[in-house]
């Protein structure tokens, strides 16, 4: 019979079993700061239960605790020779002599931060030898990573750990440039989606995004199911949709606001010098562009296209051009006249529009249509667009002296395929490349989307604040994403065991450390989390003053 002032000390005489979360895995045996700890499994803890990416805890002395994660297992031995003669363990006495003894299990450890009194901090030494080592617990992971607020957002959950969340600063994410990484399939537009949601709902910058494959503005089909909505129907008044192609917007049902025409006399060498290496322009090109601007004035272009002998023969005779070069340019540029967007001139200030909505805190999504297929039509409106928005910044900014409520909102620019911006040889010399450089200084950063990073100049890679990187496993790739950053080769393993979908590591400036999460999905209960609190405003159009509801163009 239990006897009621007995029954609070049954606790004590019969221990209950630990939860897996808080199972002893081993004890710390050797080990190093820059190489990581050496830690022993206990014999109970099955080594095909452990993973790399997931997060363990030591217990060090004086109530100190380093937050580790695993990068390698390995199998041990105490006597080399098992291997050449391995006994026979169908007998259960050998099998308990043997395993968890002579043959145990040890996993490699990087410590990430150490944690005194909640606090975490950077780890600047290591536990001593046999300190307990256990997996991470949801008080531990939200120690480290607090709560969702506002302007922390939930991303998804740890490996293995789905009761807690990792939570992104949002604020650091967008005082830098930021690079979302990954092989082609690895869900990097969905990513990116989800981030821009996040920035959209905390109200951290508008973003400017240059849709390539019309995946961010109405809607998206899905692989796995149904189409996923885009960023307009989650924030219908936060978000503007602008096209290069009407047409193709009306052919996917997806409504747009406003369709963007630009003029010939408004496309400058610089714009032309961006497409380099996609139209293989010569130096030699590139300098007839500049020389035939300054000739002719704003209608170059337009002027050259026409083919009039009298003008060969003038610049031929009267400049240092050749023949052959301003032939070349000209078969390269007439391919700008099947761009239906190009037309003879312009009315009004399509850039300053823009800009007027960013300041109204529109977040502007331009969606490229059909155009997004071909690179060169991309490349040319997104530097086209960028160089001009970022010299109006620059003037916003320096007009206010530093006073932030006459400052422009914080921008983020996203654009894809970014190693055809960053590339090292032009990196330099493109707006893209001195955006990254800058980093907040005028209140505009980007959000680069590339499958190749190993193309993206080594400057500005290391200007990236935040890396969201999904599977890769080209090493070039792998090395170019963790250039820069601590404990780069023990995170080299667990990026290159990514799963390809809805998995992803995150480094840098908007966490305290790097982090493999399992991404929130991209579904009904997402949308209902990021639209909380949106509330429905009258249309864009409407304040714009166009009260008939049609669309109108941006000249």
């Given at each position: 019979m239990i006897y009621p002032d007995h029954a609070a000390n049954l606790d004590e005489w019969f221990p209950r079993e630990a939860s897996p979360e808080t199972t002893r895995l081993g004890v710390v045996v050797g080990g190093s700061l820059s190489k990581g700890l050496v830690v022993k499994l206990d014999r109970e803890q099955t080594i095909e239960e452990l993973a790399v990416g997931r997060y363990v805890v030591v217990h060090g002395q004086n109530n100190m605790k380093f937050f580790c994660m695993i990068t390698d297992i390995a199998l041990n031995n105490t006597n080399p020779a098992i291997q050449n003669n391995p006994p026979d363990l169908s007998d259960p006495f050998l099998r308990d002599i043997y395993v968890g003894t002579a043959a145990f299990g040890t996993i490699h450890v990087t410590p990430m931060l150490s944690i005194e009194e909640g606090e975490p901090k950077p780890v600047k030494t290591i536990p001593s030898h046999f300190m307990p080592v256990y997996n991470a617990t949801v008080k531990d992971v939200n120690e480290v990573f607090g709560s969702e607020d506002d302007h922390h957002f939930n991303v998804g959950t740890p490996l293995e750990l789905e009761q807690t969340q990792i939570n992104l600063d949002l604020k650091r994410l967008v005082e830098r440039s930021v690079g979302v990484f990954g092989k082609s399939g690895t869900g990097k537009s969905f990513l990116t989606r989800m981030l821009i949601a996040g920035v959209i709902s905390k109200g951290q910058a508008v973003s400017l995004i240059f849709d390539m494959h019309n995946d961010y503005g109405w809607e998206?089909?899905?692989?796995?199911?149904?189409?996923?909505?885009?960023?307009?129907?989650?924030?219908?008044?936060?978000?503007?949709?602008?096209?290069?192609?009407?047409?193709?917007?009306?052919?996917?049902?997806?409504?747009?606001?406003?369709?963007?025409?630009?003029?010939?006399?408004?496309?400058?060498?610089?714009?032309?010098?961006?497409?380099?290496?996609?139209?293989?322009?010569?130096?030699?090109?590139?300098?007839?562009?500049?020389?035939?601007?300054?000739?002719w004035g704003e209608g170059w272009i337009r002027r050259l296209l026409k083919d009039d002998p009298f003008d060969f023969d003038d610049v031929t005779e009267n400049t240092n051009i050749g023949g052959g070069t301003y032939s070349?340019?000209?078969?390269?540029?007439?391919?700008?006249?099947?761009w239906d967007f190009l037309i003879e001139e312009t009315v009004g200030d399509s850039v300053e529009q823009i800009i007027q909505l960013l300041e109204r805190g529109q977040n502007v999504v331009l969606e490229f249509?059909?155009?997004?297929?071909?690179?060169?039509?991309?490349?040319?409106?997104?530097?086209?667009?960028?160089?001009?928005?970022?010299?109006?910044?620059?003037?916003?900014?320096?007009?206010a002296l530093g006073d932030e409520a006459h400052e422009p909102p914080q921008l983020l620019i996203t654009i894809e395929e970014a190693h055809k911006f960053l590339d090292p040889a032009v990196a330099h010399q493109t707006i893209f490349g001195t955006i990254a450089r800058e980093m907040r200084k005028y209140n505009v950063t980007l959000m680069i989307v590339d499958q190749r990073p190993s193309g993206i100049d080594e400057e500005v890679m290391s200007q990236i604040g935040t890396r969201v990187t999904a599977l890769l496993d080209n090493e070039r790739d792998i090395n170019a994403v963790l250039t820069g950053i601590n404990s780069a080769n023990s995170l080299r393993d667990v990026l290159a065991r990514l799963d390809t979908r809805q998995q992803a590591i995150i480094m840098g400036h908007a966490v305290p450390m790097p982090v493999v999460v399992k991404t929130r999905t991209y579904d009904q209960a997402f949308y209902d989390a990021v639209t909380r609190g949106d509330i429905p405003t009258v249309a864009v159009r409407d304040k714009l003053g166009n009260n008939s509801g049609r669309e109108r163009r941006i000249r």
């Open positions: 998206v089909q899905d692989e796995r199911g149904p189409k996923a909505k885009g960023l307009k129907q989650l924030f219908s008044a936060k978000v503007t949709i602008i096209t290069l192609d009407a047409d193709s917007s009306r052919r996917r049902n997806a409504k747009f606001d406003f369709e963007v025409k630009l003029g010939f006399d408004e496309i400058e060498p610089e714009d032309i010098a961006m497409l380099r290496a996609t139209m293989s322009l010569s130096d030699a090109m590139i300098d007839a562009a500049y020389t035939l601007r300054k000739r070349a340019l000209q078969r390269r540029l007439q391919r700008f006249e099947r249509g059909r155009y997004g297929n071909e690179l060169e039509a991309y490349i040319l409106v997104a530097n086209y667009l960028t160089r001009r928005i970022h010299r109006k910044y620059v003037e916003k900014v320096e007009k």
